[in-house]
């Protein structure tokens, strides 16, 4: 019973922590091997002693347990398996947030057109036509401008024939005055 609620809380760890595999899951995962480790060992002694039989001295974390009152290493056995509980929790409770978020990140960019892409030669073919529209647009803009700035030298013609028409009108009205 022992071994296998050992081999199913690594299990659980390993697999919790290998489900986002990472450096930062490092510290966390050696952490969390020391404390399952030292939860084993405890548990151990915690068996031995309930039968009555002493551990055997041979490592050095076992002497150590077997030192502690049994008081002591009940509690600590206790504060052992909460902080698994709740590590796992939480554990649990980010990666499910974190795949939420991958969920929706992934909703975000298939929305764009990029997701109709099959193959290298659509981009290409995509991007040679904004290319070509663009190309279009501009030509259109310089065409337009060429002829705004000739329209704007007709205007100056024009003003400057309406000022030279107005100035000889006054003229003639002067002579006629």
């Given at each position: 019973?022992?071994?296998?609620?050992?081999?199913?809380?690594?299990?659980?760890?390993?697999?919790?922590?290998?489900?986002?595999?990472?450096?930062?899951?490092?510290?966390?995962?050696?952490?969390?091997?020391?404390?399952?480790?030292?939860?084993?060992?405890?548990?151990?002694?915690?068996?031995?002693?309930?039968?009555?039989?002493?551990?055997?001295?041979?490592?050095?974390?076992?002497?150590?347990?077997?030192?502690?009152?049994?008081?002591?290493?009940?509690?600590?056995i206790?504060?052992?398996?909460?902080?698994?509980?709740?590590?796992?929790?939480?554990?649990?409770?980010?990666?499910?947030?974190?795949?939420?978020?991958?969920?929706?990140?992934?909703?975000?960019?298939?929305?764009?057109?990029?997701?109709h892409?099959?193959?290298?030669?659509?981009?290409?073919n995509l991007?040679?036509?904004?290319?070509?529209?663009?190309?279009?647009?501009?030509?259109?803009?310089?065409?337009?401008?060429?002829?705004?700035?000739?329209?704007?030298?007709?205007?100056?013609?024009?003003?400057?024939?309406?000022?030279?028409?107005?100035?000889?009108?006054?003229?003639?009205?002067?002579?006629?005055?």
């Open positions: 019973m022992f071994d296998r609620k050992k081999k199913e809380e690594k299990k659980n760890v390993s697999g919790l922590l290998e489900s986002r595999s990472g450096e930062e899951n490092v510290v966390p995962e050696n952490r969390r091997a020391a404390l399952a480790e030292e939860l084993a060992v405890l548990r151990q002694v915690d068996e031995f002693a309930s039968k009555g039989v002493s551990p055997p001295r041979r490592k050095n974390g076992l002497s150590r347990a077997c030192s502690l009152p049994p008081n002591a290493r009940i509690s600590r206790s504060l052992l398996e909460n902080m698994f509980s709740i590590s796992s929790n939480s554990l649990l409770s980010m990666t499910s947030q974190l795949s939420e978020a991958e969920e929706r990140e992934r909703g975000f960019a298939n929305r764009g057109r990029w997701n892409l099959r193959s290298m030669g659509d981009p290409k991007l040679q036509y904004m290319f070509n529209a663009l190309s279009d647009s501009r030509c259109q803009s310089w065409e337009k401008d060429l002829e705004i700035k000739e329209m704007e030298e007709q205007l100056k013609e024009l003003v400057g024939l309406l000022r030279e028409i107005e100035f000889r009108r006054k003229e003639v009205e002067k002579e006629l005055t």
